[in-house]
């Protein structure tokens, strides 16, 4: 559209800039002049100015601050200045950055907008536009955080934010520091990504915590379920060869979510236990996590397969100590491959019991004191690679919270040294 | 006592302690492993323990009621095993 119509004597008076050319800018696009119906107007308009410091620069676009406030006089009908919300479509290329839609600083350019006489952005004008500004500027380094975002082609405000399994670890990481204070503003200080909003984070934030809750009810559940089924199983004396499926010692279908393919298809009676966080590094998987974590779970406890139900323990939520996502190293006691397979490590005894007939009587895990060699190795395992991810991923306290408990309870410092 | 310091420290208090979880282990139990093999003031486990619970009301709860459950079953399951031993001697002496 043809939309560049200004006068001269407004574009003075209205002009942000300092540095505006106080002379009766010059028309010097006579070859615009095609696309124009009010001619005459354009006339007066020196682009050559307007875009002239934006050499070397193909794609940028002035900034047309200046001309948004321009009535049109005489012209076509838009007002420019307030329309700000026609949508870009008329502005890729033109270096009018053709009137309608195309607001000051909402440049459907890709990427960067080199605004010369800008400077900074008057972008401030309208709500909406200051957030364009903030894209924009933050444009560059739009890449380097993989959030991808409109770019400025639709003439809506809301920027849409690609939660990576990068930027939701960060979230992750931000909200378990801040604990019981993990609020949208806090968190989104703690992150300090550019482009977010506290809107963004806050709906973010709910539909977490909403998952987590979620997900903790069931593995509880799913814990008690597996106690039992492994219970049963066992006294049927027969059974022996059955137990060896499931660790009596581990509550196997805590923490640790399946893959996100194949095992939950091939289990149907495995309920898949999501863990709402981190990315497994698996590039299959980078993209939107956490919605697939909201499938419905699709068993109910009592037809929990009493095999276990997990996967590779590779997401799981308490990775909150800032290292890149990782499969762990196999934990002795906790990490079945495939799910389903069973644990054979904690049940050496068994076939050999199984075979020894009724000499074994008891195995230690029916009682309620696992071998101290396990536990023992077990935490030590902990304090070794502190950078594992938590077994269960329960919900953190708050630090203070717990500093504050702690003082109360005669223990002033921690660590204590 | 930097505050990054007590965050790691408890955030390690807290791993532990889940490990203890996976063998459901009790909090006493607890309390006292990660006393004799990390070294943990008992205190220290029992008001992360504490906290843990607190942030996790759901979790626990079906944590205690499992493992009352367990406790329980495995009387049983004991007095079965017993049982079927006693039958099963007295057929084998027979033989």
Redesign the interface.
């Known amino acids: 559209m043809q939309m560049l119509v200004a006068s001269s004597s407004s574009l003075r008076d209205t002009a942000t800039k300092s540095d505006d050319n106080p002379e009766t800018i010059e028309s010097g696009m006579d070859e615009f002049s095609d696309c124009f119906s009010a001619g005459s107007l354009l006339d007066s308009i020196d682009f050559d100015e307007l875009f002239a410091g934006l050499d070397g620069d193909p794609d940028a676009l002035p900034d047309l601050e200046i001309l948004g406030d321009y009535s049109i006089s005489g012209g076509t009908g838009d007002d420019r200045g307030q329309s700000s919300d026609d949508g870009n479509d008329a502005v890729s290329g033109s270096p009018f950055g053709s009137g309608s839609g195309l607001d000051a600083g909402s440049v459907c350019s890709p990427g960067e907008v080199v605004v010369d006489k800008a400077g900074d952005m008057d972008v401030k004008k309208d709500g909406p536009e200051g957030h364009f500004g903030k894209v924009k500027k933050s444009a560059a380094s739009a890449g380097k955080a993989g959030r991808s975002k409109a770019r400025g082609s639709d003439g809506n405000r809301k920027v849409k934010v690609d939660w990576t399994p990068e930027l939701h670890k960060r979230f992750v990481q931000a909200v378990e520091q801040l604990g019981e204070k993990a609020v949208p503003s806090r968190i989104l200080e703690i992150m300090g990504t550019d482009g977010l909003t506290r809107h963004n984070i806050a709906s973010h934030l709910q539909k977490y915590r909403s998952h987590r809750k979620h997900l903790i009810a069931r593995e509880a559940e799913a814990a008690s379920w597996n106690q039992r089924r492994h219970m049963y199983g066992g006294a049927r004396g027969g059974g022996m060869g059955k137990r060896v499926a499931v660790s009596p010692w581990l509550l196997p279908t805590i923490g640790f979510p399946p893959a996100m393919s194949g095992p939950m298809h091939h289990h149907p009676t495995v309920r898949p236990l999501h863990v709402w966080g981190h990315p497994s590094g698996d590039p299959s998987q980078t993209n939107t996590m956490w919605p697939k974590h909201i499938l419905p779970h699709q068993l109910r406890p009592p037809h929990l397969h009493p095999r276990p139900v997990w996967a590779p323990p590779h997401l799981p939520y308490g990775q909150s100590q800032g290292m890149p996502c990782y499969p762990p190293p196999p934990q002795r006691f906790m990490a079945p491959p495939v799910p389903g397979i069973p644990h054979h490590a904690m049940y050496k005894t068994d076939p050999r019991a199984a075979a020894a007939g009724p000499a074994t009587i008891l195995h230690p895990p029916l009682d309620s004191s696992p071998s101290n060699e396990s536990i023992d190795a077990a935490l030590e395992d902990v304090l070794a690679k502190p950078w594992l991810p938590l077994p269960i991923g329960l919900k953190a306290p708050a630090i203070d919270t717990v500093v504050g408990e702690l003082q109360r309870q005669g223990v002033p410092q921690i660590p204590p040294s | 006592?930097g505050?990054h310091?007590?965050?790691?420290?408890?955030?390690?208090v807290?791993?532990?302690i889940?490990?203890?979880?996976?063998?459901?282990?009790?909090k006493e139990?607890c309390m006292e492993?990660?006393s004799?093999?990390?070294k943990i003031?008992p205190?220290?486990t029992s008001?992360?323990w504490?906290?843990?619970e607190?942030?996790?009301k759901?979790?626990?709860?079906?944590?205690s009621?499992?493992?009352n459950?367990?406790?329980r079953?495995?009387e049983?399951?004991?007095s079965?095993?017993?049982q079927?031993?006693i039958s099963?001697?007295s057929k084998d002496s027979k033989e």
Not at chain 2, 5 to 12: K, V
Not at chain 2, 58 to 63: I, L, P, R
């Open positions: 006592m505050d310091s007590s965050a790691s420290y408890i955030h390690m807290q791993h532990l889940e490990k203890c979880l996976t063998f459901h282990m009790s139990g492993a990660l004799k093999h990390a003031d205190v220290i008001t992360v504490n906290e843990l607190k942030e996790n759901e979790f626990f709860e079906s944590y009621k499992s493992k459950e367990e406790d079953m495995s049983a399951e004991t079965e095993l017993i079927k031993l099963d001697s």
